[in-house]
């Protein structure tokens, strides 16, 4: 590359980079790219284009990508959402582009082949999932290419929910996963971006990315509220309360709920070192 670029969120290869790089990069070819949605649930994002590559993030059913080249049934692609870079299974992403009009608002909802609970479900969809709901029946939501989706279970794409450490707290005992971002497994930072999106708030996708870009920082020793977020290098969580921290960390292996104190204790003791940063975020998430 010409300049210092971060390779997670720059689409650039030596053999292909995007168009608007020319000039800025080296690359044996560029393109425009093609615009595709994520058609499957939970997808994994990884590094090289094999099925035991380490995953460095997932995409959900809705978002949108740019594919910028495809190698044996894998697509090289950069997440509209927070513009992360990797491959992607081809067979997951289609090019016809929908009009989403609902999120899932839960941590996890089933797909029903007709508007009836009892009927076996499809499949699932995680929190933050999009879709396009046609019409209202029997309770439920109807999207032509998936099924009945729980009405409840959904809100309008606009809404936002009033406070996105409740959002986080959904997701309390679900399985650590790296890479991870749905009650399925979640990651710290997954935790933190996939809640503030909830609560109409972009957030990049790893801790020294959001560390970098959310909020002001407290001065060391200041009060704490809930929705402060607390860095380490390498880890981040939420405040419940003054006290209180949730995060999805490998100690507990899930999404856990414990004195701060006791994590920056246990973060030392590990050698992971002290809390690198306190943020609080503009918007008033006291509520």
Known sequence: MSEEFDRRLTPARPEVAAAYLKGRVSADRY???VAMEVRDCVVDLRREPRPDAAVDTQAIYGERVTVYDEEEGWAWAQLARDHYVGWIAANTLWRELSAPTHRVRVPRTFIYPGPNIKLPPLNALPLGAEVAI???????????????????????????APDFVAVAETLLGAPYLWGGKSWMG??????????????????????????????AALDPGAPLLRGDIVFWKGHVGVMRDPVTLLHANATHMQVSSEPLDVVRARNEAAGAGPVTSVKRLAKDLSA
């Open 31 to 33: 393109v425009e790219g």
């Open 186 to 215: 979640v990651d710290c930072s997954g935790l933190v971006q996939v809640s503030l999106l909830m609560a109409g708030m972009k957030a990049p996708r790893d801790t020294d990315m959001q560390e970098a870009a959310l909020g």
């Open 134 to 160: 046609t019409e209202e029946r029997g309770g439920f939501g109807v999207t032509p290419e998936l099924g009945f989706i729980y009405r409840k279970h959904l809100a309008p794409r606009e809404a936002q």
